[in-house]
């Protein structure tokens, strides 16, 4: 989402600060407490598109899906995101030349039954799918199945996306994250262009809810893995693993590990005895 149009289309005054890989649109005031004043409340947008709300007030939590109803309740977004173009129509299509371009496996229904039997290779992005696939026609008409957007939205993760304590996870980079549904949502948009209606989208986020729905009692503990940058460390041998997504990981220590860092140690040990000699000293004594 472009959130730059969208904060000014909707009056929402903020300031711009780079962090590294996330742009903070830091907000004049929170929200939802107005004593919370400038630069006390941000919209955080990654690299990666996903977008987070925050208050930097421990009393004051709340989402992004909270603060874009705060914002824009429910109105359309399809013209705030990224590669949006009002001057590009699809052409309308009848139901018969519709189905002329399907395969005939959706024409007819010949049960696909996961994500990897509907997306056997990787998937196009959002921009490059061709929104004819999520139709199937029925008794002369064309219809729209969202289960074949919610194996899309599967697919796209490979897999790896969660329901689970009220809240979407996804797997990025070793860890599994939380991802608001407007971001999800956002996907459904650039599919279908046009097409993308508020039922289309909330209904197909609703069945990936029941698809992948996990208790959170069933979340694996792994309390011999320790998540570093470098892997998964397994506290009994030291070996460094793979990340997966198999693990269930939640939480990662942001340093590395391994026996190449284990002369910097050294350094700064005897960095220690340099400085403190004496200490060193009344520390070996006191043993």
């Known amino acids: 989402m472009d959130l730059e149009k969208y904060l000014g289309h909707f009056g929402i005054e903020y300031s711009l600060k780079k962090d590294g890989k996330k742009a903070l649109y830091r907000l004049r005031e929170c929200l939802f407490d107005p004593s919370h004043r400038r630069n006390e409340a941000a919209i955080v ?17 709340h989402t992004w899906s909270e603060a874009r109803q705060k914002i824009s ?26 189905g002329k371009e399907l395969p005939a496996a959706f024409i007819t229904n010949t049960g696909v039954v996961d ?29 729209f ?14 897999g790896h996306v ?10 990025r980079r070793g860890l599994w994250k939380t991802c608001d549904p407007e971001t ?30 996990k208790e959170g009692t069933d979340w694996p503990t792994h309390e011999r893995y320790i998540n570093c940058l470098d892997g998964m460390v397994d506290v009994e041998t030291g070996e460094v693993l793979p990340h997966g997504p198999e693990y269930y990981s939640r939480s ?13 140690i050294d350094r700064w040990l005897q960095f220690l005895k340099e400085v403190w000699p004496e200490e060193q000293e009344q520390g070996k004594a006191d043993v």
């Open 45 to 61: 947008q990654d690299a990666s598109g996903l977008i987070t709300y925050q208050c930097f007030h421990s009393s004051c939590s």
């Open 73 to 98: 309740g429910d109105a359309n977004l399809a013209e705030f995101c990224r590669g949006y173009d009002p001057e590009k129509k699809k052409a309308p299509r009848s139901s018969k030349a519709l």
């Open 115 to 143: 994500w990897k039997t509907l997306f056997p290779q990787v998937p196009p992005p959002p921009e490059e799918v061709d929104p004819t696939i999520f139709y199937e026609k029925r008794s002369g008409r064309m219809m």
């Open 145 to 158: 199945i969202p289960l074949r957007m919610v194996y899309y939205l599967q697919a796209i993760h490979d």
């Open 162 to 171: 969660l329901f689970s304590e009220g809240e979407f996870w996804v797997y």
């Open 184 to 213: 999800l949502g956002q996907a459904i948009v650039h599919v279908l262009g046009e097409e993308a209606r508020p039922n289309i989208i909330n209904g197909s986020l609703e069945i990936l809810k029941h698809t992948v729905a």
């Open 252 to 264: 990662q220590v942001p340093c590395r590990y391994g026996m190449k860092y284990y002369d910097k």
